[in-house]
């Protein structure tokens, strides 16, 4: 709803000042609510922006506030007679357009009813949109490394990249690429040989695995001789030998198996498996095209090299083959991407790694540009920081499945220790659940590419910006909606939503939308869970006030029906972050 009041804001203000629409479009902003009195619903429109916007480049300076309080009176005195407008004012260098809610709090209440979980995700019909396809790349484990807390941002975030594309009616591929190649695969396979047990691979081959890592990292330090053995096992792998691609297969058929019951823990489902091996061969076709094409060039060390300058100061010789021919990631990469291409000539291909891969990526889009394919402009990185100090009571965290299982019991305690818990049929269920949200919201809630410092005791908390506090909100509301005494009715009178607490309330629902356009535009998900943070604290605060049970019946439903559209849009936006709302805890 705050949307097409900006647009008819923006046609107005079009025919005044000269300007497009779409212009204005990106100009005018919902003033955010605040949990005050004083507090009135508006749009809001920086002066200094408009006399930019109205500037030419050559004159474009700061302008003194006595020239943009004249600019914003020119302005105001020419718009006259907007719809769902009450009052046109120039405050702090900004023109406020104060918003008459009594005029739209049913069209915003009927909007979130009638739309459901549509709601907030609809292109509205001025504006420009193409269903696309988009290929989301995330997660994507080294079945010969540890599955560990990198992996929970990229399976997160990719999870959140997938859903929000998704919710926006586009036509999505969730793709998990297996790192299942490489020397590395040779040093696991050479130290199974001498640390590995059938039994224990077999009961538990996710630990395993990581255990017999650590183990022959450790040895080949000490003997050169194990990196050597590494070598050659990973040459006979690219040969096809039988022996070293049975185990490399028993390997990643136990890994894949127990990375799916993680995944499930999450809620997170890919659409498509992939792994490195596929392009070993497809990577020597991709080096054999660019001999054919003069790009590649030999070093003094004997490696095939390409000139990437153009696309970075550090890239005038990138590798993509060793001196004995054989591929590296990066060819791989490029073969892996040619063939997506091809299979499901995506649009947009977005990588979720994190911001240590960005001269990978780089690198990648400039061998296909240099290749003459157009679409690599398609491909995006949306990257991440690092997760600091997240730790288990007993050290440190290393593979996921401890992550999770550490939230579970944390949660658990907690609800122990809680008198309503007590009324949860599924205590072991509510638990994980919590836990998984409270994670969700702590790696979602921040700018995605800042690193940040992990607290398991704040993380969980039942208050502040947390995931089990916007549980907590979803089955309050909900509550209020089970435990009305009467049968629901039609009736609804918009003026009995008075009070501020109503106003902020229904004013913050109007403005999900925006939230959500800014999420996928800058695909961050902070935008998100601002937004449901706040509208949690506003229904919790109109919760305390505006009672339902009790209140005359006018009143009782039309309050109802504003706590009802509350819990829609919270829980339209704990999903698409990936959470599953809750109705009792």
Not at 168 to 182: A, E, I
Not at 218 to 224: L, N, Y
Not at 288 to 295: N, P, W
Not at 497 to 510: D, R, V
Request: glycine content about 4%.
């Amino acid at each position: 709803m705050a949307n097409s009041l900006r647009r008819i804001i923006a046609l107005k203000l079009s025919q005044v000042t000269g300007l497009t629409e779409p212009t204005l479009l990106h100009l005018i902003k919902p003033l955010p609510v605040l949990p005050k009195k004083s507090y009135q619903p508006a749009l809001t429109l920086s002066l200094q922006t408009l006399h930019d916007e109205l500037s030419s480049e050559q004159t474009k300076k700061r302008a003194a506030p006595a020239e943009l309080e004249r600019l914003g009176k020119n302005v105001a005195r020419e718009l006259s007679c907007l719809n769902h407008i009450r009052n046109i004012s120039v405050e702090k260098q900004h023109l406020n357009f104060k918003v008459s809610l009594p005029d739209i709090s049913k069209a915003i209440l009927d909007e979130v009813t009638d739309q459901q979980e549509n709601y907030g995700f609809h292109p509205k019909p001025w504006q420009q949109w193409k269903k696309r396809k988009i290929l989301v790349e995330f997660s994507s484990p080294n079945i010969a490394k540890p599955f560990h807390a990198g992996h929970l941002r990229s399976t997160l975030i990719g999870h959140f990249v997938a859903n929000l594309s998704s919710r926006m009616g586009h036509d999505v591929l969730r793709l998990n690429y297996l790192g299942d190649w490489g020397t590395q695969f040779g040093l696991l396979a050479i130290g199974f040989q001498k640390f590995g047990s059938v039994k224990d691979l077999t009961r538990d081959p996710i630990q395993h695995l990581f255990e017999v890592y650590v183990k022959s990292n450790a040895a080949a330090k000490k003997d050169p001789q194990i990196m050597e053995s590494a070598r050659k096992f990973f040459t006979a792998m690219e040969q096809g030998d039988d022996d070293s691609l049975s185990i490399w297969k028993r390997f990643r058929e136990f890994s894949t198996k127990d990375y799916t019951a993680v995944y499930q823990r999450l809620g997170v489902v890919f659409d498509a498996y992939h792994g490195e091996s596929q392009y070993s061969e497809k990577a020597q076709d991709v080096l054999t095209s660019l001999r054919d094409l003069s790009l590649l060039k030999s070093s003094d060390e004997g490696t095939s090299v390409i000139d990437l300058s153009e696309y970075g100061k550090s890239m005038s010789k990138v590798t993509l083959a060793k001196s004995d021919g054989s591929s590296l990631y990066l060819t791989r990469d490029v073969a892996a991407a040619i063939d997506r291409h091809q299979q499901y000539g995506f649009h947009r291909m977005i990588y979720v790694v994190d911001k240590s891969q960005q001269n990978h990526l780089k690198q990648l889009v400039g061998v296909l540009k240099e290749m003459k394919y157009s679409w690599a402009d398609g491909i995006q990185h949306v990257q991440f920081g690092r997760v600091l100090g997240m730790q288990t009571r007993t050290g440190e965290v290393v593979l996921l499945r401890d992550i999770l299982e550490e939230a579970k019991t944390r949660m658990l305690e907690r609800m122990a220790n809680k008198s309503t818990s007590k009324e949860v049929e599924d205590p072991d269920s509510v638990a994980e659940c919590l836990g998984i949200s409270a994670l969700i919201l702590q790696d979602l809630k921040s700018t995605l590419n800042m690193d940040y410092t992990f607290d398991w005791d704040r993380v969980l908390e039942s208050q502040g910006d947390t995931g089990v506090y916007l549980q907590y909100t979803h089955a309050r509301l909900k509550s209020i909606e089970d435990n009305y005494d009467l049968e629901m009715t039609d009736q609804f009178t918009p003026e009995l939503l008075s009070e501020p607490e109503a106003e902020q309330l229904l004013w913050h629902l109007a403005q999900f939308e925006e939230s959500v356009e800014r999420s996928f535009q800058e695909m961050e998900p902070k935008h998100i869970a601002s937004y449901i943070l706040r509208l949690s604290r506003l229904a919790s605060r109109a919760a305390e006030k505006l009672r339902v049970n009790g209140s005359e019946r006018a009143l009782a439903e039309s309050r109802l029906r504003l706590f009802i559209s509350a819990r829609m849009v919270l829980a339209n936006g704990m999903r698409v972050l990936g959470m599953t709302p809750l109705d009792k805890m």
